[in-house]
């Protein structure tokens, strides 16, 4: 596309040299500061509910069952959404939005208004406005970065978010219990103001499909879901991907029963243990570059997936505290080798998608996938319910065995690179 041309649809010069190493980093910085608001809500807003309102279990969970839906209600519109409205503007509402949602609920405490149902409607439009910025973010990375660049820069993406997993959570309970847990709020809400500021001094990135006859959206979903399901390579990736975080699910859900019931740990080591996986994330995604170009990205995606059950199964072998450590390594382990393949599959489908098709698989290949995560943790639920914690558990790490096999049986399996 001409200068021109960008200029017609508002599409500013790709930046170079210099120019593209700190729009990256301002990209980054957005990307991060934007997560850490992410993990903070989730921990003070349950912790709001409790400590504020008295709420039940039941009630709480109803708190986080409204994040997690957002991908269920929007998750495929939204590639749509990304790829028909400018893409910098996109970004900045939507951390707009949810500082907006954030920020009523320090004043709705302040009025003595604060209920259930607003903390439970701040979860869902945090939610689904997350769900929009993430497909965005994908989509943004490409137009700012070489496709020789993407592995490296989604290692370091990818590096932070783990970063904020494992931080966030406790620099949540920190901003509670120094603060409270309304005010802790307002910081929540400055994240995301900050992350506005910083996505909007990015260049603008836009679609070349967007100067043509607007058509519908159920037209274009169905478009990005025809060339994942018939893509020899993304199509496998995306069920691999469904099926590890299907497993994934049956984790989150497991764990801290598990460690707390089964294994007698204490709290605050169960929260150390759970925190390992943030450890393997971090490992994982620091040691993806250096891998693939050892291995070839298809090398490395196999290895990986083949290595992710082998860990899973170390988790259900702690029976004591002596052998947490087995826990810990599997924890890690399996992380680790879940944001391998992540890097792997997101930098392949970021360099091989058609630039106007990319926001729709982006968002069709989340949409399965982290749509699995409920479906993981209810199974996991109810077999636990059935035959007990940790029998649940070895039943996750056996159904984690399957996922290797789907990319096995693809044309992935005679692949040194992804092509």
Request: glycine share 10%; charged share 10%.
């Amino acid at each position: 596309m001409t200068t021109a041309v960008r200029q017609q649809v508002g599409q500013e010069a790709p930046p170079k040299g210099a120019a593209r190493v700190a729009a990256f980093w301002r990209y980054w910085s957005a990307s991060t500061v934007s997560g850490v608001g992410d993990a903070v809500t989730a921990v003070a807003l349950p912790l709001l509910a409790v400590l504020a309102l008295h709420a039940s279990a039941f009630e709480v969970s109803l708190i986080t069952a409204a994040s997690y839906v957002a991908w269920l209600l929007i998750g495929l519109p939204a590639g749509v959404l990304v790829h028909r409205l400018p893409l910098r503007g996109t970004q900045v509402a939507m951390d707009l939005v949810r500082a907006a949602a954030v920020a009523s609920v320090p004043v709705a405490a302040a009025l003595g208004e604060l209920s259930l149902t607003q903390l439970i409607v701040v979860a869902l439009v945090v939610g689904l406005a997350s769900v929009v910025f993430d497909v965005g973010n994908s989509t943004f990375l490409p137009g700012i970065v070489s496709k020789e660049e993407l592995t490296t820069r989604n290692s370091l993406t990818s590096g932070a978010r783990a970063a904020t997993q494992l931080g966030g959570p406790s620099l949540g309970g920190v901003l509670v219990q120094l603060l409270g847990a309304a005010t802790s709020m307002v910081v929540d809400s400055v994240s995301y103001v900050l992350s506005a500021a910083l996505m909007g001094s990015l260049p603008q990135v836009a679609h070349p499909a967007q100067e043509g006859p607007r058509r519908g959206m159920g037209e274009m979903i169905r478009e990005g879901w025809r060339y994942v399901t018939r893509h020899p390579v993304i199509g496998p990736c995306a069920a691999y991907a469904t099926a590890v975080n299907f497993v994934c699910g049956g984790l989150m859900a497991l764990t801290p029963v598990f460690l707390v019931r089964s294994v007698g740990a204490p709290p605050a080591l169960v929260g150390l243990l759970i925190a390992t996986e943030g450890v393997g994330s971090l490992v994982g995604a620091a040691l993806t570059p250096r891998i693939v170009a050892r291995l070839g990205s298809g090398r490395a995606l196999r290895r990986a997936a083949v290595a992710t059950p082998c860990f899973a199964l170390l988790m259900p072998l702690a029976g004591s505290s002596l052998t947490l450590g087995l826990f810990a390594l599997g924890n890690a382990g399996f992380a680790a080798a879940v944001v391998v393949t992540s890097i792997v599959t997101r930098t392949f489908r970021q360099a091989a998608t058609p630039p106007e098709l990319l926001p729709r698989v982006m968002a069709t290949v989340r949409f399965v996938s982290w749509g699995a995560i409920p479906f993981g943790a209810l199974t996991a639920g109810g077999a636990a319910a059935l035959w007990g914690t940790r029998s649940a558990l070895v039943l996750m790490a056996a159904l984690a065995a399957i996922s290797p096999l789907i990319l096995l049986a693809s044309p992935i399996r005679r692949m040194r690179e992804l092509a």
